[in-house]
Structures are given as C-alpha cells and as structure tokens.
C-alpha cells in the first residue's frame, strides 16, 4: 500500500511522493506524481521521502540516461516534464523555443538577478566537514593544475594526486571535495585519459577553469643552455613548446615527466646539472631553480581548460552562461553523427567541443559489405559540449531528441562558463635566453 508523504515543487511544478514497501533492506519503492505523468523509482539507502526528493532534484539533470523515454523522464528530465510538454505544444503552433528556468526552490529565480556574472564559487556547494573545501589535482604543488584548482576555489586545501585516476578516486573516497583536471589545451589539444576517466567514474563537472599557461625553462641556479642535455617536462608542456625549443637551438634530449613542477622538483632534488625543467615560475620560487628563458610557449594564447568535478551536480540555471558536456554512443545506422549534432543546430545551441574516443566495451564490429566480404568498423563513444544549461528546455528538448538516435547517453554536467578576463599568457617571440 502506498501512503502520500511528502509534497515538492520543482520550479514551476508540485510533485507528491508515495513511499511503498521496501524491496529489499536497502531499497525502497517510491512513486513520484505529477500533474501529468507518474513515475517509479527506487531508492538505495533512501528511508524518507524527503532523501528521495533531494537525490532526485541531485540526479535530475545527470545520472546516466535510461533506454526508453520513460527512464530518461524519470533520470533526467523529470524538473520540467510539464514545463517540456507545454513547451513542445508551443513549438508545434509558434515553431519557436523559448527559455524557462526552472529552478527546485524559488520562483524568484526564474528573474535574472544581475548583469554581472557571478563568481564561479558562488555555486561551489559548502563541504559538510565544515573546514575548507579540499580540492585534489594531478601533479605536484607548483604545477598549472594546482593554479587552476586555486582558481576554482581560492580558500580551498589543496592535495596533490600522483596521477589523475587518484584525482578521482580522492573525491570518491570522500578524501576530498572536488577534483580539477585538465581536459583540453588550446595548442596540445584534448587530455584523452580524462575523457576517458570521466566515463568511468560517476563524478559530475560543475565547473570549469580557463588557465592561460605560461611556461618557462627552469635549471640550477648557474647551469647555462650550453650545459644542457635534456629537457624534461610533462607532454602536454613539451607539445606546447616544440617550436620554440626547436628555435633556442639547445642540443637536448626531450623527456617526459608526470607533472611540469615534478620535473622541477627532480632537477633539484638529483642535482641535475645538465637538465632544464619546462615548468611555471612558481615551481622554479618553490624549487630553487632558475628562470633561463621565459614565455616559451609556441602560442601567446595557450589556455588549458580544466573541468570542476564533484560527486554531486549542481542546480543548472539560466542566470549566467552555462556550458553543459554529455557523452554518447549509437549503434549502426545512416547518418547518425549528423542527426545527434543537428538537433543542436535547428535549436541554434552553438558546439564548442566533439571529441570521440574507441568504443571500450565494443571497440570494433564487424560488417558485410556489398561484396559479401566482412569489414571491419571502429566504433566509438562521442564527447559533446554545447553552449546551453540544462535549466533551458532548449538544452531538455534537444536532449530528448538526441535520446531517440542513441543507445547510450549521459549527462556529464551542466555548468557555469568561465568567463573571467582574458589575460594573455605572453608566448613565442617574447622568451629571453640569458
Ligand atoms: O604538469 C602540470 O603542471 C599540469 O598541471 C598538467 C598539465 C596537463 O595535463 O595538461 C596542465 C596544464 C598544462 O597544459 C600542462 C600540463
């Protein structure tokens, strides 16, 4: 028997949840109605209804998305099932979409409060440790990623992981509150293991931080570049300044370290004598190295974007702009591709990034061609990002389309751009060799 027990309003809407038997000693059955529509979901660990209603209004927008239409309602669209179904009877008369906000709380939200942009820490949910919010990043203190984790979150403790997995294990753990690592580089291009690692960890972005990088060329104090041998640093530092490595005309050897400050901090700590590091000034203050040559990166405007990730979503809105990045996967079928990406297009929701990665439980199939003869075909996950929050039922509805071309679709986060000044990180033509 199901007995009603808690009522919620989700911006515009009011639901009711009904708790019934248990399922099992961890799972509980509850039945969420609105006007429109009644859905089933069960719940690990959730004894209350109001539990329910949160880690509902939490998964809303992200938990990995169902095979049938009902499942995604129920997963990621339940904040505005009615506000999409009036909306798509407004597209079928206007064929215009408009923009709703809808937010768990307040109805005030749906007014924008300001014209400036708020900082991006205003949506940083408070730890419940009480103490500073821990922030994990790959790398060692000094090096960009400590910078951008700085960034997202100027008061925070930072704890510095060996590699990125240990990133996310650290916020899974409750070892920390968030990580910040690195996706993208304006020169080197994506970081593919933490594409990689986002679809195996069940973390959410909730922001991102744009850190103009700056690199210099870091020895002993006293070593000139005519006593170097070896250039050490992390790849993406050395892509970032091939050609200018190249035109100092330095007789070295390029190595990779696990972290730009790391390779710092192995200069100092061996003595090296006949190694330079590529790494920030910051490393070179914490390490006792030299600058040897400064802003030696290829492009002025080398920016990495790092991604805010923690084990809960934040409320998307339509007060500021929001980027939001899903993953996907179909399976065989005319044109696919084309159809997901062109149900941004007709919205007008501009993309900023596709990135496809193999396939890992399918990597490849196989296919008879015209011929009768069997070829091979690689197979992929997609990576999207688009300029939209998932509080606009553009975002919903494109998703809901995007939903009926894929057999796999999840919402990785829904976030704040960052959109702080732009401050150019000097570059080529600007190093000055001593
Ligand atoms: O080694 C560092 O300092 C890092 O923070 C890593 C990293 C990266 O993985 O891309 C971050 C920013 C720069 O693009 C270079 C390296």
Redesign the pocket.
Known sequence: MFSVCQSFSVGLNKYKISTGSPLSKLQRQFTIQCASESLHYSATNATDPASVAASINNSAFTGGVGKTRGDWQSSCAILSSTVVKQQQDNEKTNGVENVTVVDRDRISDLVPTGNLPKPLSDLIPTPAHGSETRVAY??VPG???EAAAANACPNGEFIPCDQFQVAFQAVELWIADLAVL?LE?SV?GS?HRNYDLLLRHRLHIIGEVQLP?RHCLLALPGVRKQDLNRVIS?P??LA?CELTLNKLALNVTREEAY???GAAEIIAERNLRDTAAI?SERAAKLYGLDVIADGIHDDCNNV?RFAMLAREPIIPRTDRPFRTSIVFAHDNGTAVLFKVLSVFAFRNINLTKIESRPHRNRPITFVDDDNGETAKRFEYVFYVDFEASMADVRAQNALSDVQEFTTFLRVLGSYPIDISPWSPSGGIHRYDVT
């Open positions: 790959q790398g090096a960009y990623s690195p580089n080197g970081i990088v992390h993406q530092a970032q972290s730009t400050a790494a990495t």
